[in-house]
C-alpha cells in the first residue's frame, strides 16, 4: 500500500511538472487552476505513503537511496506550499515540481530494490535526529538557491530590451520579494543544517573516532556549512543583497550537491547492496 499511494501522488505531481513545462512556454494559465489542488492533494497521499512504510517497517528513518528521495521530495513540497502561503508566489514550483516529480518517480520505480545504509547508523536513535534536521535544513537551503537563480534571471530580463511580453520571466515576482524569499529560507534552513550537522558528528565521532571528519562528505559539508555562515554574515554586517548574495547563495549550494555526491566516497554513508 505505501507503493501505491507513492505512485497516486507521483500521478498528481504530474500536473505541477506539466505547470512547469508549460510556464516555459508561455501558457502557465492553462493550469494555474488545478495546479495547487493537484499538487496538495498529491503531498497529502505523500506522507500517507511515508507513515505507511514507517509502521510497516518499524523504521522511521529511509532505510535506502530511495526512501532519502521521497523523503526529500515531500519535504521539498512542505517548504513550497510554506512560501506558497507566505509570499503568495509559485515561481518557486518552476524549478521544484520537476524535481519531485523526479526523485518520486526514482522512489516509486525502484522502491523494490534492496538497497541499505551503513549498519552501524540505523543501530542509532541520533540517526533519526541528524537526517531529520539535514534533510529539513537542506530542504530549506534548496528554495534559498532557487530564490537566487529566479533573481539572476529576472535581474537580467529586466536590463534586457528583448525580452518579451509573454515570457514566463515576465510573470515572475518582483527582484525585492525574490531576494526576501531567498533571505528568509536561508534563515530558515541554516540553523536546521547547524543542528543536523552535530548530531551527524556526535554519531560520527562515537562511531569513529577522530577518523569520522577526515571522509570526504564530512570535510565537504563542513565547507558547505562555513560558507552559508558567510553568506548570513555579509548580508547582516556588509549589507550585501541582489546579485551578490545570490551569487554566494547559488555557489555554497553548488558544494552542498557535491557534498551530496560525495556518498559515493564515504565510508559512513553510503548505501550499498547488501
Same mark, same amino acid.
Given at each position: 500500500?505505501p507503493?501505491f ?17 508549460a ?22 497521499f505523500?506522507?500517507v ?5 514507517a509502521?510497516?517497517?518499524g ?16 519535504l521539498?513540497m512542505?517548504?513550497f506550499?510554506?512560501?506558497?502561503a ?30 541499505a545504509?551503513?549498519p ?15 534533510f &529539513? %535544513? /537542506?530542504?530549506?537551503? =534548496?528554495?534559498? !538557491?532557487?530564490?537566487?537563480? @529566479?533573481? #539572476? $534571471?529576472?535581474?537580467?530580463? +529586466?536590463?534586457?530590451l ?18 526576501? &524569499? %531567498? /533571505?528568509?529560507c536561508l =534563515?530558515?534552513? !541554516?540553523?536546521f543544517?547547524? @543542528?543536523? #550537522? $552535530?548530531?551527524?558528528?556526535? +554519531?560520527?565521532?562515537?562511531r ?17 556549512? &562555513?560558507l /552559508?555562515?558567510?553568506? =548570513?554574515?555579509?548580508?547582516?554586517s556588509a549589507g ?7 551569487? +554566494? ?12 555526491a560525495?556518498?559515493?566516497l ?5 548505501f550499498?547492496?547488501?
Open positions: 500500500m507503493l499511494w507513492l505512485r497516486v501522488a507521483l500521478s498528481l505531481y504530474a500536473v505541477g511538472l506539466l505547470y512547469a513545462l510556464a516555459v512556454w508561455g501558457g502557465r494559465e492553462i493550469l494555474t487552476r488545478i495546479t495547487m489542488p493537484a499538487v496538495g492533494l498529491g503531498m497529502t505523500h506522507f505513503a511515508l507513515i505507511e512504510n509502521m510497516g517497517t523504521v522511521w528513518t529511509p532505510a535506502s537511496m530511495h526512501e532519502l528521495e521521497s523523503l526529500l521530495a515531500f521539498l512542505v517548504f506550499f510554506i512560501i506558497y507566505r509570499f503568495h508566489a509559485t515561481a518557486p514550483g518552476l524549478a521544484v515540481f520537476p524535481l519531485v516529480f523526479l526523485l518520486t518517480a526514482s522512489a516509486a520505480l525502484g522502491a523494490n530494490k534492496a538497497i545504509p551503513n552501524l547508523f540505523v543501530s542509532s536513535q541520533w540517526i533519526y535526529i541528524h537526517v531529520g534536521l539535514i &529539513i %535544513g /537542506y530542504s530549506a537551503l =534548496l528554495f534559498s !538557491f532557487i530564490a537566487s537563480i @529566479l533573481y #539572476l $534571471i529576472q535581474e537580467k530580463s +529586466l536590463k534586457s528583448k525580452a518579451k511580453p509573454g515570457a514566463f520571466w515576465t510573470r515572475l515576482p518582483a527582484l525585492a520579494v525574490i531576494d526576501d &524569499i %531567498g /533571505y528568509k =534563515l530558515w534552513g !541554516f540553523p543544517m547547524t @543542528l543536523g #550537522l $552535530i548530531a551527524g558528528a556526535m +554519531l560520527g565521532e562515537a569513529q573516532g577522530a577518523s569520522y571528519f577526515l571522509d570526504a562528505k564530512i570535510a565537504l559539508s563542513i565547507f558547505t556549512w &562555513i /552559508y555562515v558567510v553568506i =548570513l554574515y555579509t548580508r547582516w550585501w543583497r541582489g546579485r551578490r548574495a545570490a551569487y +554566494l547563495a547559488t555557489f555554497a549550494f553548488c558544494t552542498a550537491v557535491l557534498a551530496w560525495a556518498n559515493s564515504s565510508h559512513t554513508h553510503r550499498i547492496v547488501p
